[in-house]
């Protein structure tokens, strides 16, 4: 299983991105996906998760701001960003839990600035 993300760019506070991960090869619907970020000087920090049935998580920093969301036909989880903020810059990655293995993507530079 690989994961690829994009979706990343430079925006100004206050505005929208929506990330994307795809997943390639056999990934299971029983898979844990989640985003992860990275902000220089930081240590990583889970943002939100989805679960096998739909259930969400998130970081309390991005509660009622950011929404994930899993097209399993597809094999994508998506993360959308709303009203961000200049501390949402990071590197974001996706990850998933699945046949018992961390499997990570490559991050995606998200830049908030006026």
């Known amino acids: 299983v690989q994961l690829q993300a994009s979706g990343g760019g430079l925006v100004q506070p206050g505005e929208s991105l929506r990330l994307s991960c795809a997943a390639s090869?056999?990934?299971?619907?029983?898979?844990?996906m989640a985003w992860y970020r990275q902000a220089p000087g930081k240590q990583r920090e889970l943002v939100a998760r989805?679960?096998?049935?739909?259930?969400?998580g998130y970081a309390d920093s991005v509660k009622g701001r950011f929404s994930i969301s899993r097209d399993i036909r597809k094999k994508t989880v998506y993360l959308q960003m709303n009203i961000l903020k200049p501390e949402d810059t990071a590197v974001y990655s996706c990850?998933?839990?699945?046949?018992?293995?961390?499997?990570w993507g490559q991050g995606t530079q998200v830049t908030v600035s006026s």
């Open positions: 990850y998933a839990y699945a046949y018992g293995t961390d499997v």
């Open positions: 090869g056999n990934i299971p619907s029983s898979a844990l």
């Open positions: 989805i679960i096998p049935g739909g259930t969400t």
